[in-house]
């Protein structure tokens, strides 16, 4: 439990970026709403809950959420052994109760309803959503009128907060779709079918997905392309596809003559289904409309009504937001991947050599970087072998990148001289003609000695050693012809290294997205990079690569990776 001096910094403190996330997430919701930790300290707090307690924000951030608001019917503290809420938080389950008590701003005793649930901060870390309504607002301002059939207020309230939360989450359009149909199906009914307009404008049943218990079955015969949207047409399903409106349908609906091939779609999709009530609301962002979302009842009792259809439009309006993010995500990934198709080459082919070579993006980027290997064959009849890191994990990354290693390849061609002076070349051009600012690399050379051995020269510009492993498992890195990174504007003279290679030994060039890890030394990374690369030198080269990269590459990676893998010929 936090002491009273940490909780008081604590509720002064600026929210850090995830906290702040949260806290936007949280504004959506309608009703009072915090986010707490672990140990039940307040994360993050919206301005309902704010107005309901009477307290801002900084009096809320950091404190003990039982110790600040939980008290008894007369304003008493309320014992940790009585509180339901404690208990269903230690538990990590959902739970609810309809009358409880907070203690407000100034002391006064707060009736309210309240409903939590678990909660995801992020990858590694859990916490607890709170929402709570006061009561005594309710008890001053009952409205008579129809409700929902659909959920209770608290309960539509987690629905809304859990949409926004579990779909906001992912950048992938088919895993949104795959939460958005376990959050409605079977809570609100027992059949979802969604209808996306792809970009190209035409209109696709994506998801027909049915409820058989506790089960969700697709039903791929009902899925597929759609005729046109009609212009003119006032079929509910028509209507949402054009954004007019959300509307309810039943059978009925479509039993007259169609005045469309949606409408003959439509009355397919409830004669194989037994749908008798629908639900239908337009799926849209704010800068498109995106689809239709239809929740249909077969086997659940009941009608849908009027005053279901917000709840739905809400769902559907956060799951437009949702897959407009992740379609652009995936249309810029899209993007980079023929991008980097484009910048990474294929190897040549050297009589004698094998090599092999990988590219893995990092894990949030749009499957595009700085990092790059390079292979080519010289004017003297040498093979070059290149590395390297320009900083970043994005299109203009790719695109130094792409600068670097172009120039590269043309004074590599074109000038006879040793890496060194190529490098050195490279980096003066670096400075005055590209907008990379700092890049890593070495640029080696490979060719045959005598007795058909094979030598190796290279210089390095701040890249990581490579690493050379003997047939037999010895392994050590190739530490000279070090000098300073590309891109700082340090003069000083470039120096070249020479190493012969072993008959059978394998010359591995990596990034440093290899062997960096968060909380962890780089002496670390390069350790385990040279336990595993020795245990794996009988490994055909394939093998080898792609072993290496399974065991060495950290789980915690953020950065990409490239890695280039050349293996002398056997002695004969």
């Not at 309230?157 to 992912?170: D, E, M």
């Not at 059949?191 to 218990?213: F, M, P, S």
């Not at 239709?292 to 086997?299: D, E, F, K, Q, V």
Request: hydrophobic residues 45%.
């Amino acid at each position: 439990m936090a002491g009273p001096e940490h909780a008081q910094s604590q509720g002064r403190r600026v929210l850090s970026a995830p906290d702040a996330a949260v806290a936007e997430a949280l504004e959506a919701i309608g009703t009072g709403a915090y986010v707490v930790d672990e140990q039940g300290r307040i994360l993050a707090v919206n301005s309902r809950a704010e107005q309901f307690l009477g307290r801002p924000a900084g009096d809320l951030l950091g404190h003990d959420a039982h110790d600040l608001l939980h008290r008894d019917a007369h304003g008493q503290p309320l014992p940790r052994t009585q509180c339901r809420m404690r208990q269903a938080f230690h538990a990590g389950r959902t739970a609810q109760a309809a009358e409880d008590y907070f203690a407000d701003g100034d002391g006064a005793v707060l009736p309210i309803s309240w409903l939590i649930a678990p909660f995801a901060l992020g990858a590694c870390e859990r916490g607890t959503l709170v929402l709570f309504h006061s009561r005594r607002s309710q008890e001053s301002d009952v409205r008579p009128g129809p409700t929902s059939t659909l959920l209770p207020e608290l309960e539509r309230l987690a629905l809304l907060a859990a949409t926004t939360t579990q779909l906001t989450s992912t950048l992938d359009v088919d895993e949104a779709l795959r939460r958005l149909v376990t959050l409605v199906v079977p809570r609100l009914a027992d059949w979802a079918i969604i209808d996306l307009i792809t970009e190209r404008d035409e209109v696709w049943r994506t998801v027909v997905v049915e409820a058989e218990g506790d089960i969700l079955v697709r039903h791929d015969e009902l899925q597929g392309p759609m005729p046109p949207v009609p212009e003119e047409s006032p079929m509910p399903l028509s209507r949402a596809l054009r954004g007019v409106a959300s509307t309810l349908a039943g059978p009925q609906t479509y039993q007259g003559p169609p005045d469309s091939g949606i409408a003959v779609e439509q009355r397919r999709l409830f004669d194989a289904s037994g749908i008798h009530s629908a639900a239908i609301a337009p799926i849209r962002s704010t800068r498109a409309l995106l689809g239709a979302l239809t929740l249909g009842r077969a086997r659940q009792p009941g009608d849908f009504n009027t005053v279901d259809l917000p709840l739905i439009e809400d769902i559907a309006r956060r799951a437009g937001l949702a897959l407009d993010n992740a379609r652009l995500y995936q249309r810029q990934r899209k993007v980079a991947e023929t991008m980097q198709n484009h910048l990474l080459p294929q190897m040549p082919r050297v009589a004698g050599l094998q090599m092999a070579v990988r590219y893995l993006p990092a894990p949030d980027a749009s499957q595009v970087g700085g990092d790059w290997y390079d292979a080519f064959s010289l004017s003297d009849g040498a093979t070059a072998l290149a590395i390297g890191d320009v900083v970043g994990h994005d299109l203009e990354a790719a695109a130094g990148m792409a600068q670097v290693r172009n120039m590269l390849r043309a004074y590599a061609w074109a000038l006879q001289e040793p890496p060194s002076r190529i490098v050195e070349r490279l980096d003066e051009a670096v400075l005055h003609i590209t907008d990379v600012t700092m890049a890593t690399m070495i640029l080696a050379r490979v060719e045959e000695a005598d007795e058909g051995r094979w030598k190796l020269t290279w210089s390095n510009a701040g890249h990581p050693p490579p690493l050379l492993i003997s047939h037999d498992g010895l392994a050590e890195y190739l530490t000279g012809g070090h000098g300073m990174l590309l891109g700082t504007g340090a003069a000083g003279a470039r120096v070249d290294a020479t190493a012969l290679l072993p008959p059978g030994s394998t010359l591995l060039l990596y990034t440093d997205g290899l062997i960096e890890e968060p909380g962890h030394t780089l002496d670390e990374g390069l350790h385990r990079l040279h336990q595993h690369a020795a245990a794996l030198a009988h490994r055909p080269l394939v093998s080898f690569t792609d072993q290496l990269l399974r065991r060495v590459r950290p789980a915690a990676n953020d950065d990409d990776v490239a890695l280039l893998a050349l293996r002398a010929p056997a002695r004969t």
